[in-house]
């Protein structure tokens, strides 16, 4: 893998034609290290955010050691790439085949399930094993998110009894666990997700040896700036502590964009403008799937050598494909001389905007280069330069 000292440097150097995906491995792993040190408990990395093996063995490096895997694909992947890590598989419904796989060959324990048919499936595919870490997905509010993750999984509140009681007693280890929704922009929504599994656990009558708290950590994108990550911790550990659960039960989470969203950034050269209209070389099918089709801003910076004087203006893009649906409206706030030609970094891509690239009408991208620059914005460092901050960046 190539590597080079700055987003600049590389667009200056090499003036790629095609889109070129940057990563930084000392981002990841700051990430990781402030999991691994400050949360009260366990972190899981959600594979799904970033299903790269670099970023899974740099966030392995840095002490994450378990991790969340939502498909048979993903089991192999991280089995594969790191054979000594704990893997709990997740998702909520998953086939018969991929249980006992993943259980037989890959020596999964740990399996989420929100129904008594899962359950019964997961009996069934283990050969009623008795070494199971099982966890009951409740539903909870996504209120306080961006994105919500509410109406796909997790059973209700009034109906978790029976289903707890029951995997009690097939699991060696008796798990709740919950998703907020992603980008949660305030702790008050972890607050209340704990007191519905407060709920859950007096009602049910039954002994809890595992608290997870899912995803939902936030990352920083223009117009989303959340408070401190500190103070979700703070509020889930009150929470937690406040449980009525056993002395020993652990206390999980499964952050995915928070560990990952400042590990790459993409750069797209301009092909041409249309008044506030940019034409660049990655779009909807691409990299930026989550500015096209929810909408979501992701910071940018114009990478030229001389400092652009011409007042900020929001652009809108249009991705490379025929598609009229390839369009991010922004606004994404650059010098208003940009022009085709130029490049543009669009940062904060590490978290789904790998994971979401397709090669839809030809258009895709494998080039991959390191590079030693800062993140353009960052939760973990204190603080970035100004000079990663700017919107246009000065060689220097």
């Not at 006992?100 to 283990?126: C, N, Q």
């Not at 940018?300 to 400092?307: G, K, S, Y």
Request: glycine content about 8%; charged content about 20%.
């Amino acid at each position: 893998m190539h590597k080079h000292h700055s987003a600049l440097g590389v667009a200056t150097a090499l003036k790629p034609a095609a889109p070129v995906t940057l990563i930084r491995p000392q981002a990841a792993a700051r990430a990781a290290r402030f999991f691994a040190q400050k949360f009260p408990g366990r972190s899981l990395y959600a594979v799904k955010a970033n299903p790269s093996a670099d970023l899974i063995r740099t966030l392995w490096d840095s002490g994450i050691t378990h991790y969340d895997v939502a498909s048979i694909a993903e089991v192999r992947l991280v089995a594969e790439t790191l054979p000594d890590a704990k893997l709990c598989f997740m998702h909520p419904v998953k086939a018969e085949e991929a249980i006992a796989e993943a259980y037989h060959v890959h020596g999964v324990r740990t399996f989420s399930l929100d129904t008594m048919d899962e359950l019964e499936k997961i009996v069934r595919a283990t050969g009623g094993a008795a070494d199971l870490e099982l966890c009951v997905r409740l539903r909870v509010s996504s209120e306080h998110s961006e994105l919500s993750l509410a109406s796909k999984f997790g059973v209700e509140l009034g109906e978790t009894s029976e289903l707890l009681m029951a995997t009690r007693q097939a699991a060696d280890a008796l798990g709740i666990c919950f998703h907020v929704g992603s980008q949660a922009m305030s702790p008050q929504a972890y607050s209340d997700a704990i007191e519905r599994v407060r709920a859950a656990i007096v009602d049910a009558a039954v002994t809890v040896d595992i608290i997870d708290v899912g995803g939902g950590f936030p990352s920083v994108y223009p117009g989303m700036e959340p408070p401190a990550l500190e103070a979700y911790f703070d509020a889930i550990h009150r929470g937690f502590e406040s449980l009525p659960i056993s002395y020993s039960a652990e206390l999980w989470c499964e952050p995915g964009r928070a560990l990952s969203a400042e590990y790459s950034s993409v750069i797209v050269r301009v092909e041409r403008r249309r008044g506030t209209e940019l034409y660049i070389n990655d779009g909807a099918y691409g990299a930026l799937f989550d500015a096209a089709h929810i909408g979501w801003r992701f910071p940018v910076a114009l990478l030229r050598e001389e400092e652009s004087e011409a007042e900020l203006t929001g652009f809108s893009f249009y991705g490379p494909t025929c598609d009229d649906m390839d369009h991010m409206a922004g606004p994404f706030m650059l010098p208003g001389d940009v022009q085709a030609g130029d490049y543009i970094e669009i940062g904060m891509l590490g978290a789904y905007g790998a994971a979401m690239r397709t090669g839809f009408n030809g258009f895709t991208s494998e080039a991959i280069i390191e590079v030693e620059d800062e993140p353009m914005t960052s939760l973990y460092a204190d603080p970035v330069p100004a000079r990663r901050r700017a919107t246009v960046i000065k060689l220097g």
